[in-house]
């Protein structure tokens, strides 16, 4: 077995997939972050196990709707359910216990600079206190392309191990779904297309995927891999995207 094979077997020994009902939902969500609404009528629901992109111009909302979809932003009219809980009606520490079953990788990726890229990658484990699970993080990071870079300090990583950095932070809780907002934003298209090769194994493996971009190529190379999706912003509304991809 070679070098790529024996990682990524590891990796997928590293997650299992749990039986649950629809993970997200949407019903006749409006958010306003002043007097005229950025979203309005926004109905949508993740099944377990699907596979969707979110796409439209600049300022639309893409964000602001991954923002709701993990409860970050609490709509301003209608309910989002997370795991089958209105977000309006969970407290705090209720939500924090949700996301933990959510992987989140944000279009700017943070790290703590004064550690280590391992340390940064197992955080969220950290937190959670399951420390003790960490002992698959290095089959994680050589799945990533990351294996030799356990030591290296966040500012010396460049834009795409960064971004591979964030996924592996966000996928190594083994979560139901994963949201990624821009994920290969700024980064040429071999590296483009290795990310979107994680994200269609991740989803393979039965995770929900939900990821906002404004590349119609990276999503024509993902509807030939994996049944995806598209849904699209417009006149602030939320609309199937059509085949005019």
């Known amino acids: 077995m070679g070098k790529d094979a024996t990682a990524q077997a590891a990796f997928r020994a590293v997650f299992h997939v749990r039986n649950t009902r629809p993970v997200i939902a ?8 002043g007097p ?6 926004v109905n949508l629901t993740l099944a377990a196990g699907s596979f969707y992109f979110l796409t439209g111009p600049s300022g639309t909302g893409k964000s602001t709707f991954l923002k709701l979809c993990y409860g970050e932003l609490k709509p301003t009219t209608g309910r989002v359910t ?16 949700a996301r933990r079953r959510m992987g989140v990788v944000h279009q700017d990726c943070q790290f703590l600079d004064h550690l280590p890229l391992a340390t940064n990658v197992a955080l969220p484990l950290t937190v ?6 960490l002992d698959d993080l290095s089959a994680l990071l050589a799945w990533v392309g990351l294996g030799g870079l356990a030591d290296a300090l966040p500012p010396t990583l460049s834009g795409g191990e960064r971004q591979r950095a964030a996924l592996a932070r966000a996928v190594i809780t083994s979560p139901d779904v994963l949201l990624a907002d821009e994920p290969t ?8 297309q290795r990310l979107l090769a994680l994200l269609v194994e991740l989803n393979r493996m039965g995770k929900t995927i939900l990821v ?4 119609m190529n990276l999503i024509r190379a993902a509807k030939q891999q994996v049944n995806a999706r598209v849904l699209r912003i417009r006149d602030k509304r ?7 991809l």
């Open 185 to 192: 934003g700024n980064l040429d298209w071999d590296m483009s």
């Open 36 to 41: 005229e609404p950025l979203l309005t009528d």
């Open 238 to 244: 939320l609309q199937a995207a059509g085949a005019d």
């Open 128 to 133: 959670a206190g399951r420390g003790n699970e």
């Open 26 to 33: 949407l019903e006749q969500v409006s958010y306003a972050y």
């Open 82 to 97: 997370i795991f089958d809980r209105n977000v309006k009606d969970m407290k705090r520490d209720e939500l924090a216990i």
């Open 212 to 215: 906002a971009t404004h590349d």
